[in-house]
T-cell receptor, first 112, second 115 residues
């Protein structure tokens, strides 16, 4: 079945450092790919998405490119802020079905 | 646009009891999905309702059931609670079953603890 694998956390960075959170997936067909963010005590918020190969999703300085050849969707940000501290989930929505399949999440901690 | 609201925010139940969790979807969203998020894990799909009918189900037993109402509200019912049911339960609404261009809007969840 479809699955998503994320790098384990926590990822600890200083403010203004470069961020990469790795995400790879297994799916049949052409899934849509998502990054969601979860702040403490809150639900999930859609951060960005890409629906086809080579698409780049971007939002709030975060970017991720849909790489079908490597089945990856790595999240990057050039300069993180303390307010980016949260748990980040990579997810896919498979072809022909509605559910989201999530990775286990990666906690990001940014210190001043 | 009021977003997705869930109630209660926290709940403690005893093993064997039954529980009902509630969700009010974003206005105009005719699709609602429920997810279970165990501590330290990603959310797992329970089921989806579209226009008041279940149209997709994950790997959860029949004691997990749901309802969707015409006013965009929905319920998740769990019978015969087990300790492993302790989790954060998330409701997500969308304009259509595929999530559409705007994806799914998640609520803040109900934290269920089974003792």
């Amino acid at each position: 079945g479809d699955s998503v694998t994320q790098m384990e956390g926590p990822v600890t960075l200083s403010e203004e450092a470069f961020l990469t959170i790795n995400c790879t997936y297994t799916a049949t067909g052409y899934p849509s790919l998502f990054w969601y963010v979860q702040y403490p005590g809150e639900g999930l918020q859609l951060l960005l998405k890409a629906t086809k190969a080579d698409d780049k999703g971007s939002n709030k300085g975060f970017e991720a490119t849909y790489r079908k050849e490597t089945t990856s969707f790595h999240l990057e940000k050039g300069s993180v802020q303390v307010s980016d501290s949260a748990v980040y989930f990579c997810a896919l929505r498979g072809t022909g079905f509605q559910k989201l399949v999530f990775g286990t999440g990666t906690r990001l901690l940014v210190s001043p | 646009e009021t977003g997705v609201t869930q109630s209660p925010t926290h709940l403690i139940k005893t093993r064997g009891q039954q529980v009902t969790l509630r969700c009010s979807s974003q206005s105009g969203h005719n699709t609602v999905s429920w997810y279970q998020q165990a501590l330290g894990q990603g959310p797992q799909f329970i089921f989806q309702y579209y226009r008041e009918e279940e149209n997709g189900r994950g790997n959860f037993p029949p004691r997990f059931s749901g309802l969707q109402f015409p006013n965009y509200s929905s319920e998740l019912n769990v019978n015969a609670l087990e300790l492993d049911d302790s989790a954060l339960y998330l409701c997500a609404s969308s304009l259509d079953p595929t999530g559409g261009d705007y994806g799914y809007t998640f609520g803040s969840g109900t934290r269920l603890t089974v003792v």
